[in-house]
């Protein structure tokens, strides 16, 4: 377990990869909005709870870090949360609480195998948040939505 980290902030265009070249959506946050916070905190992935300010709190799972695969030169926060959306979100107020560390950033000899280390990144986080000490950080007000 790790020190649970709360941000937030407004969705934020990034490079439009997630979703066309992975298949996997991350909602970027600004991330020069948390350098401080950031250079605390080990490059890597890590999960938690996204609450967006009108559709609910659902799990997510989210990389920080400079994407070695795609040589980013900025560090950036991807929440890819862990639910089916019938629309984009762009601009909405997303609150994140980070309870928990899954692995360090890590370079792939290929996109397939980055988007499986994805998938089982996701499925871990699926199954930490049922446990019992992450699950109850669902309810945290900061989560909630301020309307
Ligand atoms: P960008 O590079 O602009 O972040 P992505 O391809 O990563 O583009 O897509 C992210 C966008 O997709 C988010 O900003 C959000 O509006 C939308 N989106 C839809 N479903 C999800 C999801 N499950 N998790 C994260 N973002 C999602
Ligand atoms: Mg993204």
């Given amino acids: 377990p790790i020190e649970p980290l709360y941000i937030g902030g407004p969705v934020i265009k990034g ?42 709190v659902f799990k997510m799972v989210m990389s920080v870090g400079w994407n070695p695969y795609f040589d980013n030169t900025e560090k950036t926060i991807e929440p890819w949360l862990l639910h089916k959306f019938d629309e984009d979100f762009y601009g909405e107020e997303l609150r994140l609480l980070v309870v928990g560390y899954i692995r360090p950033e890590a370079n792939f000899p290929s996109l397939e195998s980055l988007i499986a280390r994805i998938h089982e990144d996701g499925k871990i986080a699926e199954k930490a948040l049922d446990l019992p000490i992450y699950a109850a950080y669902k309810n945290s007000p900061c989560l909630a939505s301020s309307l």
């Avoid at 970027?28 to 992935?45: Q, R, Y």
Wanted: charged share 10%.
């Fill in 15 to 56: 490079f439009g990869r997630g979703s066309k070249v992975l298949g996997i959506p991350t909602a970027n946050l600004a991330a020069h909005d948390f350098s401080a916070i950031l250079s605390e905190h080990t490059s890597g992935v890590y999960f938690g709870w996204a609450g967006l300010s009108t559709r609910g």
